[in-house]
Each structure stands twice: as structure tokens, then as C-alpha cells.
């Protein structure tokens, strides 16, 4: 199984500035064949469901504000979040979904500093 | 415009059983994977169990592998996670999403949760 792993658990940052997550896999989750990392992030705020962000490790969904922004591959990968704003405050998870187990981080609560 | 709305949640005792139930709209369920993925109180998303669009294929997490049941029934819309043996550890909001289009195992919308609480 793969296992997912964030840092920081917590991070507080002002506003306009920038805000940056790490996540490694326990395994890679580059599928070769197709060059693609099988990587998702989303956003989760208190009493909504969650919401995809970004997927194949960089690719902003629809309707996404383009300060946030996906990179890595192989087994570690960044969130960051330019020019933080008070409505992007959430906890933030990624997600492999190269296999079944699919699996999530722990998880990283955003605040505003 | 993708509806998911869970059913079922409640307060049930330690050993029991419960059914949670989401009920689908606005696609064509038929044609999508569907998932269940939770939240216990203070905690993160835990993945708990996909299935296939035709429901040939069911998937589970090791937590929950042969005490949980997911199934559905596309002539209703409805996707169900039968829930047995269950534990405090359990205790969760529940969500059902329907999975990405192009990847089964993506969850990609999702619906608002219920919650489940085990206890005696």
C-alpha cells in the first residue's frame, strides 16, 4: 500500500504571502507508460465537502484561482499558494491515486498569521 | 450540475450494523465509479471503499475489509455502504463521491457526508 505522507501538519501565513506544502509518497506514483503523476490536492473547509484543486500533479481543475499552483514527481510534490488570501484558509490534503488502497495525507491545516 | 446526498447516519452501538445510503443526480450514475471516503472527528480523510460503474469491482481499505460492504443499484441512482462488526473507531462522517471520468480511483465530487456515531 502507499502511504502518504504531508509536512508541515500546520502552517500559518500572512496574507499575500506565499504558503507551501510537501508531500512524499511512499512509492512512486509516475505511471511511465504515460508520463503522468497520479497526484491530486484538495481543499477542505469546515462544513463543506472536499474539493479537488489540482490533479496529475499540476493540473489546476476548472474555476481554480491560478495562485495555486502543483509540481513534483515521483514521490514528492508541492502545494503552493502565491499571494495567500483569508478565503484560502482550510486544511489541504494530497491524494495518490496510482492504486487501490487509494490513500490521503494527514492532512495540513492553513491559517492566516 | 452532480447532487450526492448521503442518508443513514446515526448513533449506533459498538457490534451492530448500519446502511448508509447517497442517493445520485444530475449525471448518469451508471457510467461512473463511486466511492466512500470518511473523516473521524479531529482527524484526517481516511479512504474507505470504491466501485466499479457496473458494480463488478468492489475495493476496500484494509480498516474496513470484510466488515463493510459497498454496493449499488443503478436503476435507483443510489450507491449503499452496509456497515457490520462496527467499532468506535468507526465513528466518522461518512461522504460518497462519484470518481473522476477518467480515473476510477479519483474521487472528484462530493457530497456534504453523515455522520455516524458508534456508541453504547
Known amino acids: 500500500d502507499i502511504v502518504m505522507t504531508q509536512s508541515p501538519d500546520s502552517l500559518a501565513v500572512s496574507l499575500g504571502e506565499r504558503a507551501t506544502i510537501s508531500c512524499k509518497s511512499s512509492q512512486s506514483v509516475l505511471h511511465s507508460p504515460n508520463n503522468k503523476n497520479y497526484l491530486a490536492w484538495y481543499q477542505h473547509k469546515p462544513g463543506q465537502p472536499p474539493k479537488v484543486l489540482i490533479y496529475?500533479?499540476?493540473t489546476r481543475e476548472s474555476g481554480v484561482p491560478d495562485r495555486f499552483s502543483g509540481s513534483g514527481s515521483g514521490t514528492d510534490f508541492t502545494l503552493t499558494i502565491t499571494s495567500l488570501q483569508a478565503e484560502d484558509v482550510a486544511v489541504y490534503y494530497c491524494q495518490q491515486y496510482y492504486s487501490v488502497p487509494c490513500s490521503f495525507g494527514q492532512g495540513t491545516k492553513l491559517e492566516i498569521k | 450540475q452532480v447532487h450526492l446526498v448521503e442518508s443513514g447516519g446515526g448513533v449506533v452501538q459498538p457490534g451492530r450494523s448500519l446502511r448508509l445510503s447517497c442517493a445520485a443526480s444530475?449525471?448518469?450514475?451508471?457510467?461512473?465509479?463511486m466511492h466512500w471516503v470518511r473523516q473521524a472527528p479531529g482527524k484526517g480523510l481516511e479512504w474507505v471503499a470504491v466501485i466499479t460503474s457496473d458494480g463488478s469491482s468492489q475495493y476496500y481499505a484494509n480498516s474496513v475489509e470484510g466488515r463493510f460492504t459497498i454496493s449499488r443499484d443503478n436503476s435507483e441512482n443510489t450507491l449503499y455502504l452496509q456497515m457490520s462488526s462496527l467499532r468506535a473507531e468507526d465513528t466518522a462522517v461518512y461522504y460518497c463521491a462519484r470518481a473522476a471520468s477518467f480515473r476510477l480511483e479519483l474521487p472528484w465530487n462530493w457530497g456534504q457526508g453523515t455522520l455516524v456515531t458508534v456508541s453504547s
Open positions: 496529475w500533479a499540476s
Open positions: 444530475g449525471f448518469t450514475f451508471s457510467t461512473y465509479g
